[in-house]
């Protein structure tokens, strides 16, 4: 049973900067694809950025040049940096991993495992606000 756990959310003023983590506790596969969405309360989800296995990584444009997502396999946690937050980037953040493609796209979700059209797994999130 795959298990997504979220942490490092919080608060912090316009311009400031904040780092969540991912950890799957169960990994078991070696090709996967990771992606951090968000969803602030009366909007859709929206993807914010992904990596793969192979360490190929993806933004939206709202995240590009003020967010780096990275990864430590060792720990199978990937990690959101977050630099410039704006008001905007208030939401609960959420973890989506799947196995088998060694890589994420782009899709109508945001991102997606390759060929297929969403994640299987998905964390409980953690709570980001700016202010």
């Known amino acids: 049973h795959v298990q997504l756990v979220e942490s490092g959310g919080g608060s912090v003023q316009a311009g400031g900067s904040l780092s969540v983590s991912c950890t799957d506790s169960?990994?078991?596969?070696?090709?996967?694809?990771m992606a951090w969405f968000r969803q602030a309360p009366g909007k859709e989800r929206e993807g914010v950025a992904a990596i793969d296995s192979r360490g190929g990584t993806a933004y939206a444009g709202s995240a590009t040049g003020r967010f780096t997502i990275s990864q430590d396999n060792a720990k199978n946690t990937v990690y959101l940096q977050m630099d410039s937050l704006k008001p905007e980037d208030t939401a609960m953040y959420h973890c989506?991993?799947?196995?088998?493609?060694?890589?994420?796209?782009?899709?109508?979700?945001?991102?997606?495992?390759?060929?297929?059209?969403?994640?299987?797994?998905w964390g409980r999130g953690t709570q980001v606000t700016v202010s």
């Open positions: 989506a991993t799947d196995y088998g493609p060694d890589r994420c796209s782009r899709c109508s979700a945001g991102f997606c495992p390759k060929g297929r059209t969403t994640f299987s797994y």
């Open positions: 169960r990994r078991t596969y070696s090709t996967y694809c």
